[in-house]
């Protein structure tokens, strides 16, 4: 047991409790630097959720000041100051308050007011940002009251994320979206008030000596307040939780069916929609070579039924517009069937042009080395191919060979090397050109 003591004393490297309380008192006001601060943090989280990203939402909850007058009303409770409560509440609300309008201006004066990401994430809080506020709030008021405060300040300020649902409650201000606003308002309150608790406890654990002697009345109704709030968060959020947690073994178990019964027995799924939030629950399916029949469609709503998860859920199979689905499987095929058409032209154009290349394209050096020890004056040459226009609208192709040589051809020689250069090339009517000509 004392090795545990020892383990867990949270007392070794306390600061002095006088300047924790002093440095608590000092962060939860809300005027002057701290108000310019939060402004500016609130403007960089509503840009950040605005364009979805999460780098600029991190560093707008970095230079967030919002934990001071929660530790603060926590710190408080702990210490029975009921002064510093209402500072460190009133001063929160304000804060709130600011926040709030500052971010539903901005999402009202924003261009673009598409739902996020990040945004949505922010809208359906459930058990498991309790945890997170819960942990986080923990570590941060344990670092608060160390001498050296280490990295724990900015890693709490990121895991409680506080400045997102109060951006999101003001997106939904702005576009009038009241699920938003009353979802992210629920999750900045399950922020606030488990931070706040866990900071209590801290408290009663280092037995910080309270401000004033309360009688048991007065303890009694702290707890059965924080009692209260705690029920009021928790409630909620499980039921939260326990509707994504179904929500995600529907559509898990919805796949494994599709696959099981469909996609495993060779039929072509075309059309796949899962309705969780519909009442009954649906899964709608479309194929593409099958048509079923009443007593297999029964046999598949029986399977359905035997799944815990899925129990209730329609099966919906899209087939009664027989002309519609041909259609669309004609539109699938003709479409493949474009591809390959336009795949095979470009392999026919491919083969033309190569050809056109090799036709007109001479190994100017070999035919230099060749011509050179039969007249070894020519010092250089090449030779082309020319598409040359009449005044008919026709074109005919001439082979020309323009060579350089250190002497004039003697008019044998010319004849001989036209000659030569017509067999070479396979051609009949090279025109020679000398370039001193």
Same mark, same amino acid.
């Given at each position: ?92 609300? !304000? ?110 654990? %280092? ?67 899962? !309705? ?80 056109? %290349? ?80």
């Amino acid at each position: 047991m004392s090795f545990f003591k020892d383990v867990l004393n949270l007392k070794e490297g306390e600061n002095d409790r006088e300047k924790t309380l002093e440095s608590i008192k000092t962060n939860i006001s809300f005027k002057g630097a701290n108000l310019w601060t939060l402004a500016c943090a609130i403007i960089i989280a509503s840009v950040g959720l605005n364009v979805n990203s999460t780098a600029v939402i991190i560093g707008a909850m970095l230079i967030s000041p919002l934990m001071g007058p929660i530790v603060g009303a926590g710190f408080a409770l702990g210490v029975f100051d009921f002064t510093l409560l209402k500072k460190s509440l009133r001063n929160l609300l !304000n804060a709130t308050l600011v926040s709030l309008i500052v971010s539903t201006l901005y999402f009202l004066i924003s261009p673009f007011k598409d739902v996020q990401s990040e945004l949505l994430s922010r809208t359906s809080p459930n058990i498991y940002d309790i945890f997170i506020a819960f942990f986080g709030g923990l570590v941060g008021v344990i670092a608060v009251t160390r001498t050296e405060k280490g990295n724990p300040i900015p890693g709490v300020a990121i895991a409680t994320a506080l400045m997102p649902p109060l951006c999101t409650a003001g997106y939904g201000l702005a576009t009038l979206q009241w699920s938003y606003f009353f979802g992210a308002a629920y999750l900045y309150c399950i922020n606030c008030v488990f931070i706040g608790i866990a900071t209590f406890i801290i408290v009663k654990y %280092l037995k910080y000596p309270p401000k004033k002697q309360v009688d048991e009345k007065q303890q009694r109704q702290v707890k059965i307040m924080i009692w209260v709030l705690t029920t009021v968060m928790l409630l909620p959020s499980s039921y939260l939780a326990y509707s994504l947690y179904m929500e995600q073994q529907f559509r898990k178990n919805s796949n494994i069916f599709i696959e099981n019964e469909f996609a495993d027995k060779g039929y072509t799924v075309v059309f796949k929609k899962i !309705n969780f939030k519909t009442e009954p629950k649906t899964i709608e399916l479309a194929m593409l070579n099958k048509r079923f029949e009443k007593n297999e469609i029964a046999d598949l709503d029986k399977k359905i039924n035997e799944n815990r998860y899925l129990k209730g859920a329609d099966l919906i199979i899209r087939q009664d517009t027989t002309d519609r689905l041909s259609a669309l499987k004609g539109d699938i095929l003709r479409q493949v069937k474009g591809d390959e058409n336009e795949l095979n032209q470009k392999d026919v154009k491919i083969i033309q042009l190569e050809k056109e %290349l090799e036709k007109n394209h001479f190994d100017n050096k070999k035919l230099l080395k060749e011509a050179r020890a039969i007249f070894p004056a020519i010092n250089s040459l090449s030779v082309s191919n020319h598409e040359m226009a009449t005044g008919k609208d026709s074109l005919f192709t001439i082979t020309a060979v323009i060579y350089q040589s250190n002497k004039k051809l003697p008019d044998a020689d010319s004849k001989r090397f036209k000659n030569w250069l017509n067999e070479r090339l396979s051609v009949k009517n090279v025109q020679v050109f000398n370039e001193k000509d």
